[in-house]
Protein backbone atom coordinates (compact mmCIF):
# COMPACT_ATOMS: atom_id res chain seq x y z
CA UNK A 1 0.00 0.00 0.00
CA UNK A 2 1.29 3.30 -0.63
CA UNK A 3 2.21 6.24 1.44
CA UNK A 4 -0.05 8.38 3.20
CA UNK A 5 1.85 11.91 3.38
CA UNK A 6 -0.13 14.62 4.91
CA UNK A 7 0.97 18.48 4.55
CA UNK A 8 -0.44 21.17 5.98
CA UNK A 9 -0.23 25.04 4.99
CA UNK A 10 -1.45 27.44 7.55
CA UNK A 11 -2.35 30.12 5.42
CA UNK A 12 -3.38 34.02 6.18
CA UNK A 13 -7.29 33.01 5.29
CA UNK A 14 -7.43 29.35 4.93
CA UNK A 15 -5.54 26.22 6.41
CA UNK A 16 -5.17 23.81 3.39
CA UNK A 17 -3.90 20.19 3.59
CA UNK A 18 -3.33 17.30 1.28
CA UNK A 19 -2.98 13.94 1.42
CA UNK A 20 0.51 12.95 -0.61
CA UNK A 21 1.17 9.31 -2.30
CA UNK A 22 4.95 8.29 -2.70
CA UNK A 23 4.54 8.94 -6.26
CA UNK A 24 3.36 12.14 -5.93
CA UNK A 25 -0.25 11.82 -6.04
CA UNK A 26 -2.63 13.80 -4.67
CA UNK A 27 -5.28 11.36 -2.45
CA UNK A 28 -7.21 13.79 -0.52
CA UNK A 29 -7.45 17.46 -0.21
CA UNK A 30 -9.64 19.66 1.86
CA UNK A 31 -9.50 23.22 3.62
CA UNK A 32 -10.99 25.61 5.88
CA UNK A 33 -11.20 29.46 5.62
CA UNK A 34 -11.06 31.59 8.42
CA UNK A 35 -10.93 35.67 8.79
CA UNK A 36 -8.06 38.30 9.22
CA UNK A 37 -9.15 40.93 12.15
CA UNK A 38 -8.05 44.82 11.20
CA UNK A 39 -8.64 46.68 14.37
CA UNK A 40 -7.45 49.50 13.68
CA UNK A 41 -6.00 50.90 9.80
CA UNK A 42 -2.83 48.92 8.89
CA UNK A 43 -2.95 46.26 11.74
CA UNK A 44 -3.84 42.55 10.68
CA UNK A 45 -4.31 40.31 13.28
CA UNK A 46 -5.55 36.96 14.03
CA UNK A 47 -6.94 34.40 16.95
CA UNK A 48 -4.38 31.07 16.74
CA UNK A 49 -7.50 29.21 17.84
CA UNK A 50 -9.05 29.96 14.37
CA UNK A 51 -5.76 28.04 12.91
CA UNK A 52 -6.18 24.75 14.92
CA UNK A 53 -9.71 24.46 14.70
CA UNK A 54 -9.50 24.96 10.95
CA UNK A 55 -6.29 22.08 11.68
CA UNK A 56 -8.74 19.83 13.37
CA UNK A 57 -10.82 19.67 10.52
CA UNK A 58 -8.77 19.46 7.77
CA UNK A 59 -7.11 16.69 9.78
CA UNK A 60 -10.16 14.84 10.51
CA UNK A 61 -11.47 15.13 6.77
CA UNK A 62 -7.83 13.71 5.95
CA UNK A 63 -7.93 10.77 8.08
CA UNK A 64 -4.60 11.95 9.54
CA UNK A 65 -4.41 9.46 12.28
CA UNK A 66 -4.02 6.97 9.28
CA UNK A 67 -1.47 8.88 7.62
CA UNK A 68 2.59 7.60 7.71
CA UNK A 69 3.48 11.26 8.84
CA UNK A 70 2.66 14.82 8.76
CA UNK A 71 4.53 18.29 7.31
CA UNK A 72 4.04 21.96 8.52
CA UNK A 73 4.26 24.85 6.15
CA UNK A 74 2.67 28.45 6.97
CA UNK A 75 2.53 32.02 6.37
CA UNK A 76 5.60 33.80 7.92
CA UNK A 77 6.72 36.46 10.90
CA UNK A 78 3.54 36.47 12.49
CA UNK A 79 4.16 36.81 16.85
CA UNK A 80 2.21 34.38 18.96
CA UNK A 81 2.78 35.50 22.84
CA UNK A 82 1.83 32.53 24.95
CA UNK A 83 1.35 32.51 28.67
CA UNK A 84 2.85 30.21 31.19
CA UNK A 85 -0.36 27.68 30.44
CA UNK A 86 0.49 28.01 26.90
CA UNK A 87 -2.18 29.78 26.51
CA UNK A 88 -2.54 32.49 23.54
CA UNK A 89 -1.97 36.20 25.16
CA UNK A 90 -3.79 38.50 22.31
CA UNK A 91 -4.39 37.62 19.02
CA UNK A 92 -1.22 37.03 16.81
CA UNK A 93 0.29 40.22 14.83
CA UNK A 94 0.83 38.99 10.95
CA UNK A 95 3.31 39.29 8.52
CA UNK A 96 0.99 42.17 6.74
CA UNK A 97 0.79 43.90 9.59
CA UNK A 98 2.28 47.25 9.37
CA UNK A 99 2.33 48.57 13.01
CA UNK A 100 5.94 48.42 14.21
CA UNK A 101 7.56 51.34 11.79
CA UNK A 102 8.93 53.04 15.18
CA UNK A 103 10.26 49.73 16.64
CA UNK A 104 11.96 48.59 13.36
CA UNK A 105 14.04 51.78 13.14
CA UNK A 106 14.65 50.94 16.84
CA UNK A 107 16.14 47.49 16.11
CA UNK A 108 18.22 48.80 13.16
CA UNK A 109 19.43 51.68 16.10
CA UNK A 110 20.92 49.04 18.65
CA UNK A 111 22.23 46.55 16.14
CA UNK A 112 23.34 48.40 13.06
CA UNK A 113 22.03 48.33 9.90
CA UNK A 114 25.16 46.45 8.47
CA UNK A 115 25.54 44.12 11.34
CA UNK A 116 21.81 43.17 11.02
CA UNK A 117 21.91 42.55 7.81
CA UNK A 118 24.75 40.29 8.18
CA UNK A 119 23.57 38.39 10.56
CA UNK A 120 19.94 38.04 9.67
CA UNK A 121 20.11 38.41 5.49
CA UNK A 122 17.56 41.36 6.15
CA UNK A 123 16.62 45.15 7.12
CA UNK A 124 14.38 45.33 10.56
CA UNK A 125 10.93 45.21 8.39
CA UNK A 126 7.80 45.75 9.67
CA UNK A 127 6.02 42.20 9.06
CA UNK A 128 9.07 40.77 11.04
CA UNK A 129 8.36 38.80 14.31
CA UNK A 130 11.52 41.01 16.78
CA UNK A 131 9.60 44.23 16.17
CA UNK A 132 6.28 43.09 17.41
CA UNK A 133 7.90 42.04 20.47
CA UNK A 134 9.30 45.51 20.97
CA UNK A 135 5.55 47.00 20.13
CA UNK A 136 4.12 44.73 23.05
CA UNK A 137 6.83 45.94 25.21
CA UNK A 138 6.36 49.74 24.21
CA UNK A 139 1.93 49.29 24.16
CA UNK A 140 1.11 46.23 26.43
CA UNK A 141 3.61 46.10 29.09
CA UNK A 142 1.32 44.16 31.51
CA UNK A 143 0.57 40.91 28.41
CA UNK A 144 4.36 41.34 27.88
CA UNK A 145 5.34 41.21 31.15
CA UNK A 146 3.42 37.26 31.11
CA UNK A 147 5.39 35.84 27.79
CA UNK A 148 6.30 32.62 28.68
CA UNK A 149 6.99 31.57 25.36
CA UNK A 150 6.46 32.98 22.01
CA UNK A 151 5.56 30.47 18.36
CA UNK A 152 5.17 31.33 14.50
CA UNK A 153 1.62 30.12 13.00
CA UNK A 154 2.34 27.03 11.92
CA UNK A 155 4.39 26.03 15.12
CA UNK A 156 0.91 27.17 17.05
CA UNK A 157 -0.58 24.13 15.76
CA UNK A 158 2.43 21.92 15.92
CA UNK A 159 1.93 22.92 19.88
CA UNK A 160 -1.82 21.79 19.87
CA UNK A 161 -0.62 18.80 17.60
CA UNK A 162 1.85 17.43 19.36
CA UNK A 163 2.76 19.35 23.02
CA UNK A 164 6.19 20.37 21.17
CA UNK A 165 7.57 24.21 21.44
CA UNK A 166 9.41 23.43 18.17
CA UNK A 167 10.64 25.37 14.68
CA UNK A 168 12.75 25.34 11.92
CA UNK A 169 14.91 27.15 10.34
CA UNK A 170 13.61 28.36 7.68
CA UNK A 171 10.86 29.52 9.22
CA UNK A 172 12.30 30.73 11.92
CA UNK A 173 15.34 32.98 9.58
CA UNK A 174 12.12 35.45 9.41
CA UNK A 175 11.88 36.32 12.87
CA UNK A 176 14.99 38.53 13.21
CA UNK A 177 16.69 36.52 15.88
CA UNK A 178 18.04 33.80 13.62
CA UNK A 179 21.81 34.36 12.61
CA UNK A 180 20.90 32.73 9.35
CA UNK A 181 24.58 31.59 8.31
CA UNK A 182 25.01 29.54 11.31
CA UNK A 183 21.14 28.47 11.57
CA UNK A 184 20.72 29.13 15.22
CA UNK A 185 19.46 31.48 17.59
CA UNK A 186 21.84 35.19 17.53
CA UNK A 187 22.75 35.53 21.44
CA UNK A 188 24.06 39.05 20.08
CA UNK A 189 20.50 39.66 18.81
CA UNK A 190 18.28 38.29 21.57
CA UNK A 191 20.74 40.65 24.45
CA UNK A 192 20.63 43.54 22.30
CA UNK A 193 16.75 43.13 21.87
CA UNK A 194 16.08 42.24 25.88
CA UNK A 195 14.61 38.73 24.80
CA UNK A 196 14.82 35.95 26.92
CA UNK A 197 16.06 32.89 25.42
CA UNK A 198 13.68 30.96 27.18
CA UNK A 199 11.05 32.20 25.09
CA UNK A 200 11.94 30.75 21.69
CA UNK A 201 11.39 27.49 20.84
CA UNK A 202 13.95 24.21 19.78
CA UNK A 203 15.45 25.10 16.63
CA UNK A 204 14.86 22.34 13.74
CA UNK A 205 16.22 21.52 10.41
CA UNK A 206 12.78 21.38 8.24
CA UNK A 207 12.90 17.30 7.63
CA UNK A 208 13.57 16.43 11.05
CA UNK A 209 11.30 15.11 13.57
CA UNK A 210 9.96 17.83 15.53
CA UNK A 211 7.29 15.20 18.00
CA UNK A 212 4.72 12.86 17.37
CA UNK A 213 0.82 12.86 16.73
CA UNK A 214 -2.13 10.63 17.65
CA UNK A 215 -0.55 9.01 19.98
CA UNK A 216 -3.77 9.16 22.24
CA UNK A 217 -6.20 8.13 19.59
CA UNK A 218 -8.19 10.77 18.82
CA UNK A 219 -7.27 13.20 21.91
CA UNK A 220 -5.16 15.56 20.21
CA UNK A 221 -7.31 16.43 17.46
CA UNK A 222 -10.00 17.17 20.82
CA UNK A 223 -7.54 19.69 21.44
CA UNK A 224 -5.26 18.48 24.25
CA UNK A 225 -1.49 20.03 24.38
CA UNK A 226 0.27 18.11 26.51
CA UNK A 227 4.10 17.00 25.65
CA UNK A 228 3.10 13.65 23.91
CA UNK A 229 4.82 10.02 24.13
CA UNK A 230 7.21 9.54 21.09
CA UNK A 231 7.12 5.39 20.95
CA UNK A 232 3.80 5.57 18.31
CA UNK A 233 1.99 7.64 16.57
CA UNK A 234 2.50 9.59 13.48
CA UNK A 235 6.09 11.52 13.28
CA UNK A 236 5.15 15.38 12.05
CA UNK A 237 8.32 17.21 10.44
CA UNK A 238 9.47 20.57 11.55
CA UNK A 239 8.56 21.86 8.29
CA UNK A 240 9.14 25.28 6.78
CA UNK A 241 7.82 28.51 6.08
CA UNK A 242 5.17 28.78 3.03
CA UNK A 243 7.42 30.27 0.71
CA UNK A 244 10.75 27.63 1.36
CA UNK A 245 7.77 24.69 1.63
CA UNK A 246 6.52 25.95 -1.53
CA UNK A 247 10.30 25.81 -3.27
CA UNK A 248 10.32 22.08 -1.67
CA UNK A 249 6.62 21.48 -3.31
CA UNK A 250 7.88 22.53 -7.00
CA UNK A 251 11.64 21.21 -6.55
CA UNK A 252 13.38 24.65 -6.74
CA UNK A 253 15.89 23.66 -4.29
CA UNK A 254 20.38 23.95 -5.02
CA UNK A 255 21.70 26.99 -6.67
CA UNK A 256 21.83 24.99 -9.80
CA UNK A 257 17.92 23.85 -9.95
CA UNK A 258 14.80 26.13 -11.01
CA UNK A 259 13.70 29.43 -9.48
CA UNK A 260 10.29 29.07 -7.58
CA UNK A 261 8.22 32.11 -8.94
CA UNK A 262 4.90 32.71 -6.48
CA UNK A 263 1.25 34.67 -8.15
CA UNK A 264 -0.72 34.69 -4.92
CA UNK A 265 -1.86 37.50 -2.75
CA UNK A 266 1.78 38.74 -3.19
CA UNK A 267 4.78 37.30 -5.59
CA UNK A 268 7.93 36.07 -4.95
CA UNK A 269 10.91 35.11 -6.61
CA UNK A 270 13.12 32.76 -4.89
CA UNK A 271 16.26 31.06 -5.57
CA UNK A 272 17.82 28.25 -3.71
CA UNK A 273 21.33 28.85 -2.93
CA UNK A 274 24.26 26.31 -1.59
CA UNK A 275 26.02 29.21 0.77
CA UNK A 276 24.85 32.00 2.50
CA UNK A 277 25.04 35.11 0.16
CA UNK A 278 23.12 38.54 1.06
CA UNK A 279 22.54 41.44 -0.23
CA UNK A 280 24.32 44.62 2.00
CA UNK A 281 21.52 46.80 1.23
CA UNK A 282 18.87 44.45 2.47
CA UNK A 283 16.94 44.98 -0.99
CA UNK A 284 16.26 41.27 -0.95
CA UNK A 285 15.41 38.98 1.51
CA UNK A 286 18.18 36.02 2.35
CA UNK A 287 17.11 33.01 4.31
CA UNK A 288 17.48 29.64 5.35
CA UNK A 289 16.26 27.01 2.84
CA UNK A 290 14.21 23.64 3.85
CA UNK A 291 17.56 21.80 3.28
CA UNK A 292 20.58 21.43 5.57
CA UNK A 293 23.62 23.81 4.43
CA UNK A 294 21.50 25.44 1.94
CA UNK A 295 19.91 29.21 1.81
CA UNK A 296 18.29 30.80 -0.83
CA UNK A 297 17.50 34.47 -1.25
CA UNK A 298 13.51 35.92 -2.10
CA UNK A 299 12.53 38.59 -4.04
CA UNK A 300 8.82 40.02 -2.84
CA UNK A 301 6.49 42.33 -4.31
CA UNK A 302 3.75 42.84 -1.73
CA UNK A 303 0.45 43.21 -4.05
CA UNK A 304 0.69 40.74 -7.07
CA UNK A 305 -3.03 39.17 -7.19
CA UNK A 306 -4.48 41.42 -4.26
CA UNK A 307 -3.49 44.42 -7.14
CA UNK A 308 -5.91 42.59 -9.50
CA UNK A 309 -8.30 41.79 -6.43
CA UNK A 310 -8.01 45.67 -5.51
CA UNK A 311 -8.96 46.84 -9.12
CA UNK A 312 -11.53 44.57 -9.76
CA UNK A 313 -13.22 45.82 -6.50
CA UNK A 314 -12.53 49.70 -7.38
CA UNK A 315 -13.94 48.62 -11.02
CA UNK A 316 -17.16 47.17 -9.10
CA UNK A 317 -19.02 45.45 -11.88
CA UNK A 318 -17.38 42.35 -13.34
CA UNK A 319 -15.65 39.58 -12.46
CA UNK A 320 -11.78 38.59 -13.10
CA UNK A 321 -12.44 36.29 -15.79
CA UNK A 322 -14.10 39.03 -18.08
CA UNK A 323 -11.59 41.53 -17.15
CA UNK A 324 -8.55 39.35 -18.55
CA UNK A 325 -10.48 38.49 -21.06
CA UNK A 326 -10.54 42.54 -21.65
CA UNK A 327 -7.00 42.71 -20.78
CA UNK A 328 -5.69 40.18 -23.71
CA UNK A 329 -7.52 42.10 -26.27
CA UNK A 330 -4.93 45.05 -24.99
CA UNK A 331 -1.70 45.40 -27.03
CA UNK A 332 1.56 44.15 -24.66
CA UNK A 333 2.63 47.77 -23.32
CA UNK A 334 -1.31 48.76 -22.14
CA UNK A 335 -1.11 51.51 -25.29
CA UNK A 336 0.85 53.54 -22.79
CA UNK A 337 -0.14 52.88 -19.25
CA UNK A 338 1.96 51.81 -16.48
CA UNK A 339 1.31 50.82 -12.86
CA UNK A 340 3.50 51.00 -10.30
CA UNK A 341 1.49 47.33 -7.93
CA UNK A 342 3.33 49.50 -4.29
CA UNK A 343 -0.48 49.50 -2.63
CA UNK A 344 1.09 48.19 0.81
CA UNK A 345 4.02 49.89 0.56
CA UNK A 346 6.57 47.83 -1.04
CA UNK A 347 9.65 45.63 -0.29
CA UNK A 348 11.87 44.45 -2.73
CA UNK A 349 13.92 46.73 -4.29
CA UNK A 350 12.54 49.12 -2.60
CA UNK A 351 12.00 47.97 1.58
CA UNK A 352 9.68 51.08 1.80
CA UNK A 353 6.20 50.76 3.29
CA UNK A 354 5.59 53.95 2.90
CA UNK A 355 5.35 54.11 -0.84
CA UNK A 356 2.47 53.77 -2.91
CA UNK A 357 1.22 52.86 -6.21
CA UNK A 358 -0.13 54.85 -9.04
CA UNK A 359 -1.29 54.59 -12.57
CA UNK A 360 1.01 56.89 -14.78
CA UNK A 361 0.64 57.41 -18.79
CA UNK A 362 -3.86 57.82 -18.23
CA UNK A 363 -5.25 59.69 -21.25
CA UNK A 364 -9.10 59.65 -22.32
CA UNK A 365 -8.86 56.53 -24.70
CA UNK A 366 -8.08 54.34 -21.95
CA UNK A 367 -10.60 52.11 -20.22
CA UNK A 368 -10.76 49.09 -18.18
CA UNK A 369 -8.85 46.85 -20.18
CA UNK A 370 -5.64 48.79 -20.35
CA UNK A 371 -6.13 49.14 -16.65
CA UNK A 372 -5.78 45.87 -16.17
CA UNK A 373 -3.32 44.63 -18.39
CA UNK A 374 -1.41 47.36 -17.02
CA UNK A 375 -1.73 45.87 -13.35
CA UNK A 376 -0.71 42.36 -15.01
CA UNK A 377 2.50 43.80 -16.44
CA UNK A 378 3.24 46.40 -13.65
CA UNK A 379 3.32 42.93 -11.20
CA UNK A 380 5.68 41.41 -13.72
CA UNK A 381 7.80 44.36 -13.87
CA UNK A 382 8.22 44.47 -10.17
CA UNK A 383 8.83 41.07 -10.25
CA UNK A 384 11.23 41.63 -13.12
CA UNK A 385 13.18 43.91 -10.04
CA UNK A 386 13.66 40.93 -8.10
CA UNK A 387 15.05 38.34 -9.98
CA UNK A 388 17.55 40.66 -10.74
CA UNK A 389 18.46 40.79 -7.67
CA UNK A 390 17.90 37.07 -6.88
CA UNK A 391 19.80 35.86 -10.22
CA UNK A 392 22.26 38.80 -11.26
CA UNK A 393 23.93 36.66 -13.69
CA UNK A 394 21.00 35.56 -15.09
CA UNK A 395 21.78 31.69 -14.76
CA UNK A 396 18.69 30.56 -13.99
CA UNK A 397 17.09 28.98 -17.23
CA UNK A 398 13.70 28.08 -15.58
CA UNK A 399 11.00 29.52 -12.80
CA UNK A 400 8.48 27.03 -11.19
CA UNK A 401 5.55 28.64 -11.27
CA UNK A 402 2.59 28.61 -8.43
CA UNK A 403 -0.12 30.36 -6.95
CA UNK A 404 -3.91 31.86 -7.91
CA UNK A 405 -2.62 33.96 -10.36
CA UNK A 406 -0.91 31.22 -12.03
CA UNK A 407 -4.14 29.86 -13.54
CA UNK A 408 -4.25 32.47 -15.58
CA UNK A 409 -2.59 31.52 -19.32
CA UNK A 410 -2.38 35.91 -20.12
CA UNK A 411 -0.42 36.49 -17.16
CA UNK A 412 1.62 33.69 -17.56
CA UNK A 413 2.53 35.01 -20.84
CA UNK A 414 2.98 38.67 -19.46
CA UNK A 415 5.62 37.39 -16.60
CA UNK A 416 7.23 34.68 -19.22
CA UNK A 417 7.75 37.71 -21.58
CA UNK A 418 9.08 40.52 -18.94
CA UNK A 419 11.37 38.21 -17.10
CA UNK A 420 12.50 36.43 -20.49
CA UNK A 421 11.98 33.19 -18.37
CA UNK A 422 10.39 30.14 -19.23
CA UNK A 423 7.80 28.96 -16.44
CA UNK A 424 6.76 25.78 -15.97
CA UNK A 425 3.66 24.76 -14.45
CA UNK A 426 3.44 21.91 -11.69
CA UNK A 427 0.50 18.85 -11.64
CA UNK A 428 -0.11 20.20 -7.90
CA UNK A 429 -1.48 23.79 -7.00
CA UNK A 430 -0.86 23.78 -3.16
CA UNK A 431 2.77 23.77 -3.55
CA UNK A 432 3.22 24.57 0.17
CA UNK A 433 1.19 22.09 1.28
CA UNK A 434 2.93 18.93 -1.34
CA UNK A 435 6.61 20.94 0.19
CA UNK A 436 5.19 20.16 3.91
CA UNK A 437 3.94 16.87 3.16
CA UNK A 438 7.06 15.52 1.60
CA UNK A 439 9.07 17.27 4.25
CA UNK A 440 7.18 14.82 6.72
CA UNK A 441 7.98 11.81 4.45
CA UNK A 442 11.79 12.52 4.59
CA UNK A 443 11.27 12.85 8.76
CA UNK A 444 9.55 9.47 8.03
CA UNK A 445 12.47 8.33 6.51
CA UNK A 446 10.37 7.47 3.41
CA UNK A 447 12.72 9.44 1.31
CA UNK A 448 16.44 9.69 1.87
CA UNK A 449 16.50 13.57 1.31
CA UNK A 450 14.76 16.01 0.51
CA UNK A 451 16.22 16.31 -3.53
CA UNK A 452 14.38 12.51 -3.51
CA UNK A 453 11.26 13.15 -2.62
CA UNK A 454 11.11 16.21 -4.43
CA UNK A 455 12.18 13.95 -7.64
CA UNK A 456 10.02 11.08 -7.22
CA UNK A 457 7.05 13.72 -6.73
CA UNK A 458 7.20 16.61 -8.38
CA UNK A 459 5.35 16.18 -12.15
CA UNK A 460 5.71 19.13 -14.69
CA UNK A 461 2.17 19.83 -16.73
CA UNK A 462 3.40 22.15 -19.28
CA UNK A 463 5.98 25.08 -20.05
CA UNK A 464 5.40 28.91 -21.28
CA UNK A 465 8.01 29.69 -23.32
CA UNK A 466 8.47 33.47 -23.64
CA UNK A 467 7.08 34.83 -26.63
CA UNK A 468 10.29 36.52 -28.75
CA UNK A 469 7.92 39.74 -29.93
CA UNK A 470 6.77 40.46 -26.30
CA UNK A 471 10.06 40.34 -24.87
CA UNK A 472 11.27 42.87 -27.28
CA UNK A 473 8.28 45.25 -26.42
CA UNK A 474 8.82 44.87 -22.40
CA UNK A 475 12.32 45.43 -22.86
CA UNK A 476 12.15 49.32 -22.84
CA UNK A 477 8.82 49.62 -20.81
CA UNK A 478 10.85 47.65 -17.95
CA UNK A 479 13.76 50.55 -17.62
CA UNK A 480 10.68 53.37 -17.37
CA UNK A 481 8.60 51.38 -14.77
CA UNK A 482 12.47 51.41 -12.82
CA UNK A 483 11.71 55.17 -13.12
CA UNK A 484 8.45 55.35 -11.09
CA UNK A 485 9.72 54.51 -7.44
CA UNK A 486 11.13 58.25 -6.88
CA UNK A 487 8.18 59.57 -8.54
CA UNK A 488 5.99 57.85 -5.93
CA UNK A 489 7.73 58.48 -2.95
CA UNK A 490 10.07 61.49 -3.87
CA UNK A 491 11.27 61.53 -0.24
CA UNK A 492 12.98 57.82 -0.31
CA UNK A 493 14.94 59.25 -3.31
CA UNK A 494 16.63 56.87 -5.68
CA UNK A 495 18.79 54.21 -4.03
CA UNK A 496 22.62 52.91 -5.93
CA UNK A 497 21.94 49.33 -6.90
CA UNK A 498 24.41 47.01 -5.74
CA UNK A 499 24.83 43.22 -6.43
CA UNK A 500 24.69 40.34 -3.85
CA UNK A 501 27.87 39.62 -2.30
CA UNK A 502 29.54 36.33 0.06
CA UNK A 503 30.95 37.42 2.95
CA UNK A 504 34.76 36.57 3.25
Not at 63 to 79: N, T
Amino acid sequence: MSARLVGLDVGTSSLKGLVLSEEGRVLAQASRDYPVATPRPGWAEQDPELWWEAAQAVLAELDAPRADAIGLAGQMHGLVALDAGGRSLRPAILWNDARTGAQCAEIERRVGVERLVALTGNRALAGFTAPKLLWMAEHEPDLHARIASILLPKDYVRLRLTGEHASDVADLSGTLLLDVAARDWSAELLDALSIPREWLPRVLESAEVSGVAFTGGSDSLAGGSARHDRSGGVPVAAGAGDQAAGAVGVGALGSGGPLSLVLGTSGVVFGGEDAYRFDPDGRVHAFCHALPGTWHTMGVVLSAGGALAWLQQALGDASIEALLQEAAAVAPGADGVLFAPYLAGERTPHPDPDVRGGFVGLSLQHGRGQLVRAVLEGVAFALRESLLLVDPQRTRTVARVSGGGARSPLWLEIVAAVLDLPLELCAVTEAAAQGAALLGGVAAGLFPDVHTAARATVRLERTVTPRRDWVETYGPLAARYAELYPALHPLAGSRERGSLTRPG
